[in-house]
Each structure stands twice: as structure tokens, then as C-alpha cells.
């Protein structure tokens, strides 16, 4: 019997904190589930976050198009790059890992009723600064999107 995933709702929780969490229990074997990704927060000014989003952008390669990188303008995406860069995922316990997680704009009919577990240090009411959700910069960044 498969056991129940692990669902996080994003919504106003920093970004980074979300990704460490979810990137460790996914290397622990667990399945992870992450909802409403558009409303993640990433700390900093607006425009460093779109600057350096867009510096990231103009990175591209004169050779083989199948080797460039591609760029995740998705706010589902753009969460699912983020955890990858925190998992060893050239090697199989990577991988696998990787495949352990499910990232969503919104929330699914599936886990309408399902309870969903807050992380308490990833709270976004406690940054004194400014900052910009994921959603706000994948509208900054190029495509739009709706859930």
C-alpha cells in the first residue's frame, strides 16, 4: 500500500526554505506535493530578482540548440529548477529523488480535501524586506500563465 505524499501549500512561504525542505524528504524517499507555486515569495527587491531572472535569460550557447540550456518562465517550472539545483541530480539518488516531487499552479481536484503541512521557518511574515512572488516574476520574465 503506497504511502500518502507529503502536500505543501506554498502560498507565502520563501522559496528557498520550501526547496531545502521538499529536496531533503525527497532524498529521504518520501513523495513530495507542491501546491499554489505561483504564490511562493523570493525574497529582495523586485527589480534585483527581475534583473538577475532576466541576466539568466540571455544565457544561451552558438552551438547545438539541443545542448543550450532552456529556462523555466512557469511559476511551476521556475519552483521544480529551483529544487533540482538543490539535489545531486547526476546521480541516481537525484534523479529518483527528482521524480519524487510534483509541483502545480493551483490545486488540483486530487488534493482539494487533503490536508497540507505549513513549514514554520519558511514563513514569508517574517522577512522585514521586500519581495516578489513567483508568479509575479514569471509575468515579469515572458510567458503568461493561468491556472
Same mark, same amino acid.
Given at each position: 500500500?503506497?504511502?500518502?505524499?507529503?502536500?505543501?501549500?506554498?502560498?507565502?512561504?520563501?522559496?528557498?526554505?520550501?526547496?531545502?525542505?521538499?529536496?531533503?524528504?525527497?532524498?529521504?524517499?518520501?513523495?513530495?506535493?507542491?501546491?499554489?507555486? @505561483?504564490?511562493?515569495?523570493? %525574497?529582495?527587491?523586485?527589480?534585483?530578482?527581475? =534583473?538577475?531572472? #532576466?541576466? $539568466?535569460?540571455?544565457?544561451? +550557447?552558438?552551438?547545438?540548440?539541443?545542448?543550450?540550456?532552456?529556462?523555466?518562465?512557469?511559476?511551476?517550472?521556475?519552483?521544480?529548477?529551483?529544487?533540482?539545483?538543490?539535489?545531486?541530480?547526476?546521480?541516481?539518488?537525484?534523479?529518483?529523488?527528482?521524480?519524487?516531487?510534483?509541483?502545480?499552479?493551483?490545486?488540483?481536484? @486530487?488534493?482539494?480535501?487533503? %490536508?497540507?503541512?505549513?513549514?514554520?521557518?519558511? =514563513?514569508?511574515? #517574517?522577512? $522585514?524586506?521586500?519581495?516578489? +512572488?513567483?508568479?509575479?516574476?514569471?509575468?515579469?520574465?515572458?510567458?503568461?500563465?493561468?491556472?
Amino acid at each position: 500500500m503506497p504511502k500518502e505524499p507529503l502536500i505543501i501549500d506554498a502560498t507565502n512561504l520563501i522559496l528557498g526554505r520550501v526547496a531545502s525542505f521538499v529536496a531533503k524528504r525527497a532524498l529521504q524517499g518520501e513523495e513530495v506535493v507542491i501546491l499554489n507555486a @505561483e504564490n511562493a515569495v523570493i %525574497s529582495g527587491t523586485k527589480a534585483n530578482i527581475v =534583473e538577475e531572472a #532576466k541576466r $539568466r535569460l540571455r544565457t544561451r +550557447t552558438l552551438g547545438s540548440q539541443y545542448k543550450a540550456p532552456t529556462h523555466p518562465r512557469r511559476p511551476d517550472t521556475y519552483v521544480r529548477r529551483v529544487i533540482r539545483g538543490m539535489l545531486p541530480r547526476r546521480k541516481p539518488k537525484g534523479t529518483t529523488a527528482l521524480k519524487r516531487v510534483r509541483v502545480y499552479i493551483g490545486v488540483p481536484e @486530487e488534493y482539494r480535501e487533503k %490536508s497540507t503541512v505549513r513549514i514554520p521557518d519558511a =514563513e514569508a511574515s #517574517k522577512l $522585514r524586506y521586500s519581495h516578489i +512572488t513567483v508568479g509575479e516574476l514569471s509575468e515579469e520574465i515572458g510567458r503568461p500563465w493561468k491556472a
